[in-house]
């Protein structure tokens, strides 16, 4: 009997005692709507049927949860059902991970017979990619959607708005492609590491048809592309293109500085909406997501600029707003409006939570000091939870470490009643210091292994030691595929200066690293 390595865990697995092999003869016999389930098979088979080798049968039925599966492999043939394409597709990755680990014969697959039953867990199971500070070519973004879409994970946060580039193109607004996704040194400058300009110039941003190309791909892995427009703070390449958004229309420079900025929007200056709902509106259109990040982190550092903008005040003050938090708040709300009218519900960071936002915004946690706020606002908004200290995987191995990604608990941080609306889970990659396809391969891998099954899999379900065992056939497979995962999963960490040089082509870094890396 052999019992397969499937990651996520599914929720119940009972292996049987019998065989049944498939091969490239048998056909995939699939319901209309769930063809790229049946793709997804008959590719890896490279299917040609002739129908002498019983069949795979992909099924509709009206009983299972949304994104649930059942996969039967019985004497006569395999049966995935599912009651939407997202779960005839889980079911149908379930299966491709099974027949890469079966033993081959004479051209067949033979397989144990086994029924799973499976759903997940969380709703959302995201994973966020920051493409400003550096920039991944479409390739890349590509490979990272299957990299997802292999460990089921279904929300892909694309961040594509910072002090540090812009890199989505405006038809509208030029100026914010040829001022805002430039910046004049590749690595981000730091003191304290020692970083200095490197004299680059770095110039990139996803053209109109790449977006939709990668929104597409995405789409046929079940998986939501959600993009991030942060407002009204991280905007300095914003303010570098169209100056005359800023409180005092100075001009200024798309930063090569990591780390954060006073770039903020002005609030009390109309001209600031009349664009924003111009270029808002231009990228709703090309996401058919529901759902629209909008940032607003970090954005405390902009106030003291607002304290001393004639504008700002007068629309403090005709509001009646305490203080510039306050203030924050109104914009969001006011963006909220915008994104509305193009039929989309906003999520922003916990820093501008308050009661006073607008109930459809929902939030996303990532600062550990802001659990109990959003505690008490998951009563009112739904949640994401992407606390700093489990899913910031940019962050060292020593500091978060493989053990601690799988032991996250939303219950212990107090997610326990059934009206929270904890709508599920992201991991964050945010890349100051990840340059390039090896380094980020390096930071997310295999923790975002441990995090889709934390993401899928009941807690009760969940140990990490079965879940280190499985994930040894995931190595194989990655090291096969030529992902560079971190063989590194705690105890000591590497410098993200040394990771950043990760992506150094012929680097002294690179090269220890790779030794390091090595089984
Ligand atoms: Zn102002």
């Given at each position: 009997m052999v019992k397969y390595n499937i990651i996520?865990?599914?929720?119940s697995y009972i292996s049987g005692d019998s065989e049944y092999s498939v091969s490239s003869d048998t056909p995939v016999i699939c319901f209309e709507e769930f063809i790229e389930a049946g793709k997804l098979i008959s590719d890896y088979l490279k299917t040609k049927p002739d129908g002498s080798d019983g069949s795979i049968h992909i099924k509709h039925v009206g009983n299972l949860a949304r994104e649930a599966y059942a996969l039967k492999i019985t004497n006569d043939g395999v049966y995935i059902y599912a009651s939407d394409k997202a779960g005839a597709y889980y079911g149908a990755v379930t299966f491709k991970t099974i027949l890469m680990q079966s033993k081959k014969e004479n051209g067949k697959a033979i397989l144990n017979t086994l029924v799973i039953e499976d759903a997940p867990d969380n709703a959302y199971r995201g994973l966020m990619l920051d493409c400003c500070r550096h920039y991944f070519d479409v390739d890349t973004v590509k490979s990272m959607l299957e990299n997802m879409a292999f460990l089921k994970l279904n929300k892909f946060h694309w961040h594509l708005s910072e002090d540090q580039g812009f890199r989505i193109e405006s038809k509208l607004f030029p100026e914010l492609n040829e001022i805002g996704s430039e910046r004049h040194s590749r690595r981000l400058t730091n003191k304290t590491l020692g970083f200095e300009s490197d004299g680059e110039i770095y110039k990139h941003y996803y053209t109109q048809d790449e977006v939709k190309d990668i929104v597409e791909f995405a789409a046929k892995r079940n998986i939501e592309v959600i993009p991030e427009i942060d407002l009204?703070?991280?905007?300095m390449a914003m303010l570098a293109s169209i100056p005359s958004l800023s409180c005092d229309g100075e001009k200024r420079e798309v930063t090569d500085v990591a780390g954060i900025s006073d770039a903020i929007l002005c609030a009390g200056n109309e001209e600031t909406f009349v664009f924003l709902d111009k270029l808002l509106g231009e990228v709703c259109a090309?996401?058919?997501?529901p759902v629209f990040h909008i940032g607003g982190d970090e954005a405390f550092k902009g106030y003291k600029i607002w304290e001393n903008c004639e504008k700002c005040q007068a629309r403090k003050n005709e509001l009646g707003l305490k203080d510039e938090k306050a203030l924050q708040v109104w914009f969001m709300n006011r963006v909220c409006e915008i994104l509305k009218k193009y039929g989309k519900t906003p999520v922003a960071w916990d820093d501008c939570m308050s009661d006073d936002l607008d109930g459809s915004i929902a939030g996303q946690l990532?600062?550990?000091?802001a659990v109990s706020v959003i505690k008490h606002q998951s009563l009112k908004r739904d949640i994401v939870l992407s606390p700093t200290m489990y899913f910031y995987f940019d962050w060292k191995y020593s500091i978060t470490p493989l053990k601690k990604v799988y032991k996250f608990n939303k219950y212990k941080m107090g997610f326990t009643k059934p009206e929270q609306r904890a709508r599920g889970l992201e991991c964050e990659l945010w890349t100051e210091w990840i340059d390039g396809k090896d380094a980020l391969e390096f930071s997310a891998f295999p923790r975002v292994n441990a995090f889709a099954e934390v993401a899928w899999t009941k807690l009760t379900n969940r140990k990490y030691k079965d879940f280190y065992k499985r994930l040894g056939w995931y190595k194989t497979y990655m090291k096969l595929k030529g992902i560079n995962y971190s063989r590194i999963e705690g105890g000591f960490g590497l410098s993200r200066a040394f990771i950043y040089h990760l992506g150094g082509e012929g680097s002294e870094f690179k090269k220890s690293m790779e030794l390091k890396n090595q089984e």
């Open positions: 996520p865990k599914p929720n009204p703070g991280h905007t090309l996401f058919p997501s990532w600062r550990q000091n």
